[in-house]
């Protein structure tokens, strides 16, 4: 069984910062792609960043500049600066995973951690 366990999310004013994290545990060969979510009620969960093995890291428009990654072998963490109220919502960890040597794939989510930025 593979886990994905974020933690770091809080409480902050604007323009403060946070550092997300998200580790992967339990039995798997490789983790081919890592991405972080948010979601804010009433709304679709939309895509902060994703890091491909061996590609590029795609952020989204809203969090350039502000927002960056760093990549562990099983972990990915999410380096939040100059926070807005608008970047408030439950961050979630994603990560496609191979499990066997065939190829077989799963994609896994975390519980995910609640950002609230004041103004």
């Known amino acids: 069984q593979v886990q994905l366990a974020e933690s770091g999310g809080g409480q902050v004013q604007a323009g403060g910062s946070l550092k997300l994290s998200c580790v992967v545990s339990?039995?798997?060969?490789?983790?081919?792609?890592m991405d972080w979510y948010r979601q804010v009620p009433g709304r679709q969960r939309e895509l902060v960043v994703r890091?491909?093995?061996?590609?590029s890291i795609t952020l989204a428009d809203s969090v350039k500049g502000r927002f960056s990654i760093v990549r562990d072998r099983n972990a990915m963490f999410l380096n939040m600066n100059n926070l807005e109220p608008e970047d408030t919502g439950v961050y979630f960890c994603?990560?496609?995973?191979?499990?066997?040597?065939?190829?077989?794939?799963?994609?896994?989510w975390g519980r995910g951690t609640q950002v609230d930025v004041s103004s």
């Open positions: 339990g039995r798997f060969l490789r983790i081919d792609a």
């Open positions: 994603a990560a496609e995973v191979v499990l066997s040597p065939l190829g077989t794939g799963a994609l896994f």
């Open positions: 890091d491909i093995r061996g590609g």
